[in-house]
């Protein structure tokens, strides 16, 4: 599946020399964290400068792009994994997992965490929210951000 064009209203944010284009919702927010690596972005849904800002219906992306091997890109995330999807990101096939609840911050976490591997590169697409019900409700949200990733 070729990826697709972003909805009307929507962001487009450049990843630069990583090789990508992702395209957010209007009020989605770059953020910027101190120690971040440039091949790491961050976005959030609401005005907040890290997850353990967020309220319980906000929504945090980092995307992270990395030399791992195909094998460990393919890897599953680390924690409790609760489900799994196909997907696709950047043209290519890519599973999506489902990860949570996550204990030791101030609230319960869930985590998405789809990932392909192109070119010897691993890129990653990982949302976390603090509520389970928000991770329902912004699903199919999560699901037209990873529609519109594409490789530049």
Do not use: N
Not at 117 to 136: D, H, K, P
């Amino acid at each position: 599946m070729q990826p697709l064009a972003p909805p009307a209203g929507w962001q487009t944010f450049d990843g630069g020399p990583d090789g990508y284009q992702l395209s957010l919702p209007a009020g989605w927010l770059p953020r910027l964290r101190s120690g971040s690596t440039p091949s790491v972005r961050y976005f959030a849904s609401a005005d907040v400068q890290a997850p353990l800002e967020m309220t319980a219906d906000a929504v945090w992306l980092s995307v992270i792009v990395g030399s791992d091997t195909a094998s460990a890109c393919a890897r599953p995330p680390s924690g409790t994994v609760i489900g799994s999807s196909h997907a696709w990101l950047g043209g290519a096939e890519a599973t999506a997992y489902l990860v949570g609840p996550i204990a030791g911050g101030v609230e319960p976490t869930w985590k998405t965490t789809t990932a392909t591997y192109r070119q010897g590169t691993c890129y990653q697409l990982v949302f976390v929210t603090i509520a389970a019900a928000t991770q329902q409700a912004q699903q199919a949200t999560m699901v037209q951000i990873e529609a519109t990733f594409r490789f530049s």
